[in-house]
């Protein structure tokens, strides 16, 4: 099943325990807003992955991360004391206020500046072209799971602009340079791509006739 999330985070929760298997991991992750009314089954987005509570106490929530999501995504950099932004699927009815997120990622970013203007900071990324092809300016990204506008674009880099309330309620200006974030593009552009690559394939006719018979033995 497909949940929808908006890239509105709720808060910030935090790591409490990282129990690594071969090539997954199971989250503990300390919280409390995400946590009214939850159930077993729930998706909750953390740092902008869609994870399925498998347990939870008054105070905390545990989820599997499997191989995929471990290759994929900054989730394997993630240690005890580690903070995440976490936001629970959107229901039917609720205002939807950022874009649509699906909380399966396209690969991550790196940091590579931050600098200060006014009351804004701009954060530059660095991502593989693989990536960077779907995002366009004034689109939407989510970053970490934080829904944000592209104030541009170039060959290696994308920039978004944090206002004050972003920084406070989410983890993102909280990084340093050099970490890596994870990154879901606009999913319009690649169903786009994906149709004018696509090319249906003519079935194959049967063709029987007299000399296809008579080498068969028919005939």
């Not at 929760?13 to 991991?25: M, P, Q, T």
């Not at 004034?138 to 978004?160: E, H, M, P, Q, R």
């Not at 200006?173 to 890596?180: A, D, F, Q």
Request: net charge negative.
């Amino acid at each position: 099943m497909n949940f929808i999330f908006t890239g509105l985070i709720e808060e910030i929760g935090l790591v409490v325990s990282v129990n690594k298997g071969a090539k997954s991991a199971a989250l503990t992750i300390k919280a409390s807003k995400v946590l009214e009314g939850v159930k077993i089954g729930d998706s909750i987005s953390t740092n902008g992955v869609c994870l399925t509570v498998t347990s939870f106490t008054s105070s905390s929530f545990t989820v599997d991360v499997m191989p995929e999501t471990i290759r994929r995504s900054n989730l394997v950099d993630l240690k005890n004391g580690s903070r995440v932004n976490l936001e629970r699927a959107m229901k039917l009815g609720d205002r939807f206020g950022g874009h649509i997120v699906s909380g399966h990622i396209d690969g991550v970013g790196t940091i590579s500046e931050f600098q200060e203007e006014d009351n804004a900071t701009w954060v530059t990324i660095e991502s593989s072209r693989s990536v960077l092809k779907y995002i366009i300016e004034k689109g939407s990204i989510a970053i970490d799971g934080t829904s944000l506008t592209v104030a541009g674009v170039s060959d290696t880099s994308f920039k978004v602009s944090i206002i004050p309330l972003t920084k406070e309620e989410t983890t993102l200006l909280s990084k340093k340079v050099g970490e890596k974030v994870n990154l879901e593009c606009d999913m319009v552009g690649k169903y786009i791509e994906k149709l004018m690559h696509f090319k249906e394939e003519e079935p194959k006719k049967s063709v029987i006739d007299m000399d296809f018979l008579k080498s068969n033995g028919f005939a």
